[in-house]
């Protein structure tokens, strides 16, 4: 056990900090840390038998912890004016007393296992005054559990037993404060890992200590606030302090800084009834407040003019709802009363109050709403409250404020020619970043509220039109819960050197570089009335200005010598990004048009391409970052081969593929647009010599079942996409270029050709005796009428051969399963046995004779075995 365990035994708590001292448990401990050489029961100390146990310090342990177990039995006559706390507590007390005598003590499982063998067999059985029953039960722990259960026990007598101003001390000693929040953590999750039927020991002497922890939690109404501001620290927020202030309590309410700004620069008409009914609460703020307040007398209240003065403010405006603000700028109902509570939000952000306090504010407006319900008058009841920190006050705040104003950030974005557009958009990922952060610290439920409000405004068709509006933003992202940020993509903002490399390649001068491919390329037929034309023209759209995916930082270094490949690495970021949401057939067909995008796209790239592409750094990094994207996103259903590329081949695979999904779209008319229908043919023209080229080693067809696509993301078997088809369609041959016509693909050999052959040859031959059955004289034998079995060499044959297996596997079975195969195996083996059984024999005799040796100091150990 580490000696830093040490530091926290209950003696260095007390050492450490002087209010421990005064705590029930401390004077309690060293009660039950007195020698058994007192006067007061040392009978029992010396007259108990511990004989099983041989080690002294662990007798003395049992000899103490017996006689305090019989003190517990009648702690009136023993703890007179010493103890004070309820009796429920003793127990634990005695426990916590124990665990703490076993860490200083620096036990092993060893000892810790011979304390709770003692405790199992002696309890109860005469040990203790039989006229009473066992005070506490004990539970079989390890060394880790015994630290966590302590550690949770020091945690909870410092959250019930000491006042709040005592965690500023703690806050100043980094060591304890981890401490005791690690105890706080324990407690937690414990809660979720013994809230099933667990019955290990841990779990049973939780559920023992966490009855007593509920139970005095009910006891007290402010007991909630300590474990908040604990929770605070746990969490390292900046909470409402405990040390008074009147810091703020004039401040001026107003909405989002960000959102402030948009809207001072739009100036937009509507939507303005949140930020006008905050500029009418802070003015009635400085009407209403009050430094009398009688009704917190009765409480103990830490800062009682901060109270005071929102206390007063809040019981006025219950007062005057009706009139002044229930039906604020024809307001909904309920819209009012949730502006004023975000506006109170906001005021406790800048008011350092104790979170008991802000409680006992909550408390008492919610009595003074209940009295205004029973007086039937209108009024406006509080949010919860959970002690939320001031960082979760403010981010409630900004996400409400967003939501409210959504529909104006809606109606601004929907401005094609907006000036201020990308604005919006970096506003709006801002808030869909905060959603994330908020999701991931959402353990307390803090932000329950504001984030159902966020999912259900965002779940479904309005995420599409912000991804729409607002690309390269990683919208698409927020509900990803593999993820913990919104943009896997921005860790971190482009270095200065970076930044430098990101120039424009307006003077590269080797676009048509070795290596180059398609940059005149005869058949790059561009129809842009095509479908394909416009998935390629998003696929392929620029980048929003400014925008910096740090995975792409890798390709910084090659885009001087090779201009364009981090610029088609953001893009790639952006189409998997949208890829990644996308479902079933929809997802099917966009990876197929990204795939075939991005190796025409690399072709373009200048000196990427050589006679050896692996002698190419940067298209082994390019494929590298890919499929690190496709990681970050979850994409395990698109992949790009990196390996053997032909990307002339790629390229005929993508003509391929854009021909298929383009062929319902290919219309024209001769008469009166005759050039379109001749690129039109030409197009077929060329398509068709490909559709030959790969028919073969892209379809397996059955001539009872149809042909079936082997790669279904470049070709389809389906003869009516014969290009011949289309050909005639068109009506090509009446083009005086075209009037030869077009050779028509035939369809690949059926592979059950020969099959189907065989069937019908021998089939037929079968039939005809069976067809002349009824010419056959009844008198006829069976051995004179041939059938397909006995007439058929084949059938004879495989008869002949499931024969002989047979047996083969009748031998096999005698073999392995009857005395046969063993008399056969054990004739050498018997041999064996007896000679290593000698061997044994020969090893035990002589390690026995060694040990013997140096056997005078030594405590004698007997194996023996119960009869």
């Known amino acids: 056990m580490s000696n830093s365990k040490k530091d926290f035994t209950l003696i260095k708590l007390g050492n450490k900090f002087n209010f421990f001292q005064e705590l029930d448990i401390y004077k309690f401990y060293n009660e039950l840390s007195k020698s058994c050489n007192g006067n007061e029961n040392n009978n029992f100390c010396n007259t108990v038998s511990f004989s099983v146990v041989d080690d002294p310090v662990v007798i003395t342990l049992l000899k103490k912890l017996f006689r305090n177990l019989n003190y517990l039995l009648k702690y009136q006559d023993f703890f007179v004016d010493k103890i004070t706390k309820a009796e429920e507590k003793h127990c634990i007390h005695l426990k916590y007393w124990l665990y703490d005598q076993i860490v200083i003590n620096n036990f092993d499982e060893f000892e810790i296992n011979i304390i709770f063998d003692f405790l199992e067999k002696h309890i109860h059985n005469g040990m203790l005054d039989k006229s009473s029953k066992t005070p506490c039960n004990f539970h079989r722990l390890n060394v880790g559990d015994i630290d966590d259960i302590k550690n949770m026990y020091s945690y909870s007598e410092l959250f019930y037993e000491t006042e709040t101003k005592n965690y500023e001390k703690i806050l100043n000693d980094y060591k ?13 999750k414990s809660k979720i890992k013994c809230s099933t039927k667990e019955n290990s020991g841990y779990c049973e002497e939780f559920k023992e200590y966490k009855n007593i ?4 939690g009910k006891q007290s109404t402010f007991l909630p606030c300590q474990e908040w501001l604990l929770s605070a620290l746990y969490n390292k927020d900046e909470t409402l302090s405990t040390k008074p202030s009147q810091k703020g309590l004039k401040s001026i309410v107003t909405l989002d800084p960000d959102l402030q700004k948009l809207l001072e620069r739009d100036k937009p008409v509507e939507q303005k009834n949140l930020q006008n009914f905050y500029k009418l609460l802070t003015g009635n703020y400085e009407k209403y407040t009050t430094n009398s307040c009688d009704s917190l007398n009765e409480y103990d209240v830490k800062e009682k003019s901060i109270v005071c003065n929102l206390l007063g403010f809040v019981q006025k405006s219950l007062e005057i709802w009706r009139d002044t603000y229930e039906n604020y700028d024809q307001s909904s109902s309920n819209k009012p009363c949730d502006y004023f509570n975000y506006w ?6 800048h008011i350092d109050a104790t979170p008991c306090d802000i409680e006992l504010l909550y408390q008492l407006w919610y009595k003074s709403a209940i009295q205004k319900t029973i007086e039937k008058k209108k009024t406006c009841y509080n949010k919860e409250y959970n002690g939320f920190s001031k960082e979760e006050l403010g981010n409630k705040k900004r996400i409400f404020e967003f939501l409210e104003y959504y529909n104006v950030i809606r109606d601004k974005l929907n401005e094609v020619e907006h000036k201020e557009k990308n604005e919006y958009c970096k506003y709006v990922m801002s808030i869909f970043e905060l959603y994330k952060k908020m999701e991931q610290n959402n353990i307390s439920n803090s932000y329950r509220e504001e984030l159902n409000l966020f999912r259900h405004k965002f779940f479904g068709n309005e995420l599409h039109f912000l991804e729409e509006k607002c690309s390269d933003m990683c919208l698409s992202f927020v ?11 921005k860790e971190k903002n482009p270095t200065e050197l970076e930044k430098k490399n990101l120039k424009q390649c307006e003077n590269f001068e080797s676009r048509n570089a070795t290596g180059h491919i398609g940059g005149n390329d005869k058949y790059d037929y561009n129809f842009s009335n095509l479908p394909t034309y416009s998935v390629y023209n998003e696929l392929n759209s620029n980048i929003t200005p400014d925008t910096y995916y740090s995975i792409c930082s890798k390709l910084i270094p090659h885009n001087e010598n090779h201009c364009g490949i981090y610029n ?18 929809e997802r099917f ?30 298209l082994r990094e390019f494929f590298n970052v890919v499929y690190e994207i496709l990681r970050k996103v979850g994409i395990f259903d698109c992949f790009l081969n990196a390996f053997n590329i032909n990307f002339e081949e790629q390229k005929e695979k993508k003509y391929l593929h854009d021909y298929f999904n383009n062929f319902n779209s290919f219309t024209c008319n001769i008469s009166s647009n005759n050039n379109e229908c001749e690129k039109y043919c030409e197009y077929i023209s060329f398509i068709n010599n490909l559709y030959g080229k790969y028919i073969n080693r892209s379809c397996y067809c059955f001539k009872s079942d149809g042909c079936k696509d082997i790669y279904p993301y470049y070709f389809k078997c389906d003869d009516n996409y014969n290009p011949y088809k289309l050909f005639e369609k068109l009506k090509c041959n009446q083009i005086e270029k075209f009037s030869k016509g077009l050779e ?33 004289e009844s008198s006829s034998t069976p051995e004179n009428v041939c059938n397909k079995i006995t007439c058929d060499p084949f059938y004879i044959g495989a008869i002949g051969g499931f024969g002989l297996m047979g047996l083969f596997l009748i031998f096999f079975i005698f ?10 195996d054990n004739k050498d083996a018997r041999n064996i046995k007896i000679h290593s059984q000698k061997g044994e024999e020969e090893f035990l005799e002589n390690y026995l004779e060694f040990n013997r040796t140096n056997m005078k100091n030594r405590r004698l150990r007997l194996a023996y075995h119960q009869a």
Request: glycine share 2%; hydrophobic share 35%; proline share 4%.
């Open 176 to 188: 304890y404060l981890n401490y005791f929040k690690n105890g706080f953590d324990l407690y937690r």
């Open 744 to 776: 028509k693909v035939i369809k690949p050999h059926f592979v059950d050709a020969h099959v189907i052959w065989l069937t019908e040859k021998y089939g037929k031959k079968a039939e005809k005796p069976l067809l002349k059955l009824e010419k056959i």
């Open 213 to 216: 922890y509920e139970k005095y």
């Open 815 to 824: 073999y392995k399963f009857t005395p046969l195969g063993s008399y056969f």
């Open 479 to 489: 509900f990803n819960e593999k993820l913990k940020t919104l943009c896997p993509f």
């Open 344 to 349: 109170l939000y906001d005021k406790l952000r």
């Open 568 to 585: 088609l690495c953001n893009k790639v970021v952006r189409n998997l990004t949208k890829l990644s949401v996308m479902k079933n057939h």
């Open 589 to 618: 067909d966009r990876c197929a048009y990204i795939t075939h995008w991005i190796y025409d796209e690399i072709t373009k790239i200048p000196n990427i391409i050589s006679m050896n592409i692996y002698e190419k750094i940067a």
